[in-house]
């Protein structure tokens, strides 16, 4: 069977977003199916064009020219993205068109697989309307929150089948008047064999200046609000004078990075912190052997009440035996 993934981002950017796409389209390649991945006009691309990363083509969809009236920019992305799925769809021959999070690909994507007469699968990861919210962007009571709102239901209803990586959304869309046979749970997982323990990385150690003997507590993922990531900094002073030769080490990118870094300053904590760019995917591994402790701190909203983090719980040490099998969030 050929599919058509239809993404709000994909690798190389490197997220939780990006990385359960991945996987997904790895773990489908395995067990005989043919997926094919499509990105957003937001996803960083030149132009109409296309790439093959980790065994995966990923088409791309060129940007849309940003406009002063508001939803017009919208609008003309869906319009774009609808004759790219189609255009992507005819030359793969797919068979089945699956739309990831947000609903204004998912919308694109139904009008797209309604013309071609494909069947229509859609991915809940999150609601955005409860991450504008989270990140600042609108309130419960505004237009944009009640617009987006009525948009995901609108495309929950539309859709063949709706995938969700977790119950507590299932709940939610069940609770928007899908039948409960039309409603599947694929939670986020993690590949075990990719997070067994290992040795620091010796060179990546002195590039940060982090001493042999020291403590090294991390965060690799990006950087939003909702993540809580400012608080694991201003939590670091006190962490220090209960142990002396920590070190903090923060991975990542997002709209919180100035304040992020702005919070260093204020703190005083640049010798203790280190916060370091999004790296590729592939280096991951090379900074999760640096970390004695990884942690994913999330802020309490309905965002993360409902989503669940795509983040492990790795008890790894490179004094104590390694475990089995890492805990999975």
Not at 145 to 166: F, G, K, M, N, P
Not at 222 to 228: H, I, N, V
Not at 280 to 302: C, F, H, I
Request: proline share 6%; with cysteine.
């Amino acid at each position: 069977m050929r599919v058509l993934h239809v993404l709000n981002h994909s690798l190389p950017e490197v997220d939780g977003y990006s990385l359960r796409s991945a996987a997904i389209l790895r773990e489908q390649r395995s067990a005989g199916a043919e997926p094919v991945a499509l990105t957003s006009p937001r996803s960083a691309a030149d132009g109409d064009v296309a790439e093959e990363i980790d065994g995966s083509r990923y088409h791309r969809t060129a940007r849309v020219a940003p406009s002063g009236l508001p939803l017009l920019r919208e609008l003309r992305e869906m319009a774009r993205l609808r004759r790219r799925i189609e255009w992507v769809a005819r030359e793969e021959s797919v068979e089945v068109i699956h739309a990831h999070s947000p609903p204004l690909w998912g919308w694109a994507a139904r009008g797209a697989a309604r013309r071609l007469g494909l069947p229509f699968v859609y991915e809940v990861r999150a609601l955005w309307e409860d991450a504008a919210v989270a990140d600042g962007r609108a309130g419960i009571a505004g237009p944009r929150y009640q617009l987006s709102r009525a948009l995901e239901t609108r495309v929950l209803r539309a859709a063949d089948v709706v995938v969700v990586i977790c119950e507590a959304l299932g709940r939610e869309v069940r609770g928007r008047g899908l039948p409960e046979t039309d409603v599947v749970v694929v939670p986020n997982g993690v590949d075990a064999e990719a997070f067994l323990p290992r040795p620091r990385d010796a060179a990546l150690a002195a590039e940060l200046g982090l001493a042999f003997d020291s403590t090294v507590v991390g965060y690799i993922g990006s950087l939003r609000s909702w993540e809580g990531v400012g608080d694991l900094i201003r939590a670091a002073p006190a962490l220090a004078r209960r142990f002396p030769k920590l070190s903090v080490v923060i991975v990542g990118d997002g709209d919180m990075r100035p304040q992020l870094e702005a919070a260093i300053h204020e703190l005083g904590v640049s010798s203790l912190v280190r916060l370091v760019n999004a790296v590729r995917a592939t280096e991951v591994q090379r900074w999760y052997s640096l970390l004695d402790v990884v942690v994913y701190p999330r802020r309490q909203s309905r965002l993360t009440e409902l989503t669940t983090p795509l983040t492990r719980k790795i008890r790894k040490s490179r004094r104590r035996a390694p475990p089995t099998r890492p805990e999975i969030c």
